[in-house]
């Protein structure tokens, strides 16, 4: 997934999947899996993740190992 891909409405908030922290999709930094998982930038690379803003494109992903897309509802 590139970095940047945004989901359909990018007005609606989206909570990373790992912290739980709101994701900017204006500007910020993400990594998007399935069908409307992300992690933040800080997750992404904790969890391994390697981005190459030259190519932009993730040159390995983040470990997605007992991830949901989205994270549970408080």
Do not use: H, K, N
């Not at 990018?10 to 204006?26: K, Q």
């Not at 690379?45 to 992903?61: C, F, L």
């Amino acid at each position: 997934m590139a970095f940047g891909d945004r989901p359909p409405d990018p007005d609606v908030p989206i909570p990373c999947s790992d912290c739980g922290a709101l994701i900017d999709l204006d500007g910020g930094q993400f990594y998007r899996f399935g069908e409307e998982g992300m992690l933040c930038w800080a997750c992404a690379t904790r969890r391994g993740g390697t981005y190459d803003p030259d190519r932009e494109v993730w040159t390995a992903p983040p470990s997605l190992a007992d991830l949901p897309e989205l994270p549970p509802e408080d």
